[in-house]
């Protein structure tokens, strides 16, 4: 069945799966409530329905083995890659498609809503790159390195991506929002390809944050602010944190 943008664009969802991780090592192979994690964000990019295809690709076989086994598609990359979007960059080359989506392989939760709103983005036809925030309002996450924080302008265009507190509240008395990066983009074919072309760029390297080599490039990235409502697995920590959102919402 064709997705309901399927007359305009075609869109294909790709999601980076790589089996090592520094701060949690195997955690897309990881159960939780008895799937795996890098099961249950394909499955919710499937339900999404917003996509004619969905595709994993991985460095491990034990990942793609995971998907391939439970009626998913997978597909093995050829190369080492420093970051997610270099590694869907190899299959995107040879994939014919208006806009790709990059949703990470810990984004058990990604949801229609949020995909639809990045999605729509590209009717803005010289738009080349999009991804999403929403308001972070806990002051433990906001210093917390393991959730990126966004700056953005008065176009909802990322300013910078950082670890650190951006904006830095040097006046108190302002009150000023607090936007975390979730870790879906978008992109045209041209601007990813660009992308794994180009080499790492300084301020990506310091922060660990791929996205920085677009704007360092001068390449703008449109934010769309959305109520995401999910949890991104970086931590064990954040393992039982989406097991308690699950419960909270009979989630199966």
Known sequence: MRHLYSSVMKVIALI????????????????????????????????????????????????LNEVVKHGGRAMKS????????????????????DVFVNIQGDEPFVQKEPLAQLINLFKEEDLQVASLVQLLTDPELIIDPNYVKVALDINNNALFFSRSVIPYPRNAEMSIPYYEHIGVYAFRKKALLDFTNWPMTPLEAVEKIE???????????????????????????DMLRAEELMNKNGWE
Do not use: N, Q, W
């Open 211 to 237: 996205c920085l080599r677009f704007l360092e490039h001068g390449v703008p990235i449109r934010m769309a602010i959305t109520r995401y409502m999910g949890v991104e697995i970086d931590t064990p920590e």
């Open 16 to 63: 980076p799966a790589r089996l090592g991780a520094t701060r949690f090592p195997s955690k897309l192979l990881a159960l939780l409530k008895g799937k795996s994690v890098i099961r249950r964000t394909y499955e919710s990019a499937v339900c999404a329905g917003l996509f004619d295809e969905v595709v994993v690709v991985t460095d491990s076989d034990d990942i």
């Open 78 to 97: 050829k190369g080492p890659y420093e970051s997610g979007t270099d590694r869907i960059a190899e299959v995107a080359a040879d994939m014919d498609a």
